[in-house]
């Protein structure tokens, strides 16, 4: 029982973090301490059950969060590398601008 309220906590944290934060390493955190809690939730399911259906969950988790992961981190890259931003906001208002300048075309 112990394990399920720091399981709700870490959700509770990231989603938290995933509404507040702009700065994109901050979001990445937050969706680590989201993927950390489902993760949790697939080893209490497996420890719970005695069956190998949660520890598929858990490989199937881990393997979808690293690539989640690498999405996130490529994406800050180009960012830096194209914007010089790594503020969300920032990188949407360009985007807008950048869509509203090929609408006039």
């Not at 059950?49 to 858990?58: H, I, P, V, W």
């Not at 988790?61 to 989640?68: G, N, P, R, W, Y």
């Given at each position: 029982m112990d394990y399920m309220i720091l399981s709700v906590t870490l959700l509770a944290i990231g989603v938290f973090g995933l509404l507040t934060k702009r700065h994109l390493v901050k979001v990445l955190?937050?969706?680590e301490l989201i993927a950390m809690s489902a993760s949790m939730n697939f080893v209490l399911l497996a420890s719970s059950?005695?069956?190998?259906?949660?520890?598929?969950?858990?490989i199937l988790?881990?393997?979808?969060?690293?690539?989640?992961t690498a999405i996130?981190?490529?994406l800050l890259v180009i960012a830096?590398?194209?914007y010089g931003t790594c503020d969300i906001r920032k990188l949407a208002k360009i985007a807008e601008s950048g869509r509203?300048?090929?609408e006039d075309e």
């Open positions: 955190i937050s969706i059950l005695d069956r190998a259906l949660g520890e598929a969950f858990l988790a881990f393997s979808t969060d690293t690539c989640v996130v981190l490529a830096v590398k194209k509203g300048e090929s």
